[in-house]
């Protein structure tokens, strides 16, 4: 995305080498840093999606990485599709998924599908990688794009608590066996970004028991004010924006740590 | 040492893993855990040695490690003897050393060393591997009986401050660049230890560049209350027991996180 750092020279593109460990790293993530369990993002977009009408069928998930969100979808009877940036996350997908689900690898902005769904979801915190008003405001517009009207369009973000919480030089580490990895955050002076390095030891099957690959990605992660999104939000064509505690009905809050937004193509 | 949890089958000894990362590790506990940097150690033994007659002029290190430590007397012209369990801690040590300096592989509270010396220390908390009053009275003997009449004993260990501060699930991480390591502390419920696991990456030279291997060791480390020390130290021979905090002139304190305690061998 325009607004990551360039990546020092010998570092893979994002996304690469977290492709083969993702689905272990998130359930780490749901269980260390409190994100919501993926069946229960899957509950309250059902129920969610209940009270509209029409019914919500069909779902696009944007940045649906190795498929985790998709399959919970699938597995409550909507029709799925994914799109990624990144080949080696679609590939876990397509494995996870069957080969008849719908996987396009493009990169946000762009959303090369030519037709519309009724929803269109983004989760794991895709879109704290947009780096600011024209990052936004290009995705949204995509977004509204391929959604008919009426249609629904749910993320989640990490609020600022959560940005502020892994500021200066916090870090976080895990040692899962045959994956290993440390993340070390430092929050930008601005307080507009914080830049995570993730390094991992993965052991490859066939490979010596204690030689293990290293890798490292930096990821950065934008601040997004909820008035920037409500505004950018209205100027791409959404009606009834709300912001979520962490896919419960309850509103953010100062401390609210995910923030999950709803909006409603106009 | 007796009080150390068996490791589990795989996991290899005790600072086999450890010692072709000593030095860097050790590096980073000054820099990130408070320890006192060596040279300002070395400083504090040599003043403090200087008020004393006769002269200390030769100093044996029992857990010697890689001779960090000697390395800095030797500076500073003192006649220096090492003594570790690990003989790959002794490999580093006799290169950084040379040949001339007696290395004595053996592990405490055995010292089978045939003379007396001015002075002796421990340095890096080893003592905090004594599992109790049995094995720390042994230490302490054994160590009197190294030392001449009026010779000196000085070694530092972690303070109550500083085990409780790695209370629970604390965990620590550096990535390094060919090294890069894990801590997970585990206080005992009755607050009598604490058991870090060390999980080690290392890069080896002539392996392919993301090629790490990976070794993990689990480290028991014992609170030695003050109290218990200074009647071990009398019963075992010892006079004029101070303690220090980390080696300064002032005393020890409730936040004090590490101990620089002194004996005088009656």
């Known amino acids: 995305m325009k607004g990551q750092p360039c990546p020092p020279e010998g570092f893979p593109d994002l996304y690469d080498?977290?492709?083969?460990?993702?689905?272990?790293?998130?359930?780490?993530?749901?269980?260390?840093?409190?994100?919501?369990?993926?069946?229960?993002?899957?509950?309250?977009?059902?129920?969610?999606w209940a009270s509209r009408f029409p019914a919500v069928r069909n779902v696009l998930e944007i940045c649906c990485g190795t498929g985790l969100m998709l399959e919970q979808l699938a597995l409550r009877g909507f029709e799925v599709s994914g799109l990624d940036r990144s080949a080696a996350m679609l590939g876990h997908a397509r494995e996870r998924l069957g080969p008849e689900v719908p996987l396009v690898l493009a990169e946000l902005p762009s959303i090369p599908v030519s037709r519309q769904f009724d929803a269109v979801i983004s989760s794991g915190a895709a879109l704290n990688?947009?780096?600011?008003?024209?990052?936004?405001a290009a995705t949204f517009r995509s977004v509204a794009g391929v959604l008919r009207p009426g249609g629904s369009f749910v993320f989640d973000i990490l609020g600022r608590a959560m940005m502020d919480g892994h500021a200066g030089s916090d870090v976080w580490a895990a040692d899962l066996?045959?994956?290993?990895?440390?993340?070390?955050?430092?929050?930008?002076?601005?307080?507009?970004?914080?830049?995570?390095?993730?390094?991992?030891?993965l052991h490859r099957e066939g490979n010596p028991a204690d030689s293990y690959e290293k890798?490292?990605?930096?990821?950065?992660?934008?601040v997004l004010d909820p008035e920037l999104i409500r505004r950018v939000a209205r100027d791409s064509g959404f009606i009834d924006t709300a912001v979520h505690d962490n896919y419960t009905d309850g509103p953010a809050h100062d401390a609210t740590l995910y923030e999950t937004w709803t909006f409603t193509r106009a």
């Open 17 to 48: 080498a977290i492709a083969d460990a993702y689905d272990r790293l998130d359930d780490w993530i749901v269980s260390e840093w409190g994100e919501k369990p993926r069946p229960e993002r899957a509950d309250f977009l059902q129920k969610y």
């Open 129 to 136: 990688y947009m780096s600011g008003e024209d990052d936004l």
């Open 177 to 201: 066996g045959d994956l290993a990895f440390i993340w070390e955050f430092e929050n930008a002076p601005s307080g507009d970004y914080c830049d995570a390095t993730y390094t991992q030891f």
């Open 215 to 222: 890798t490292i990605e930096l990821h950065r992660l934008y």
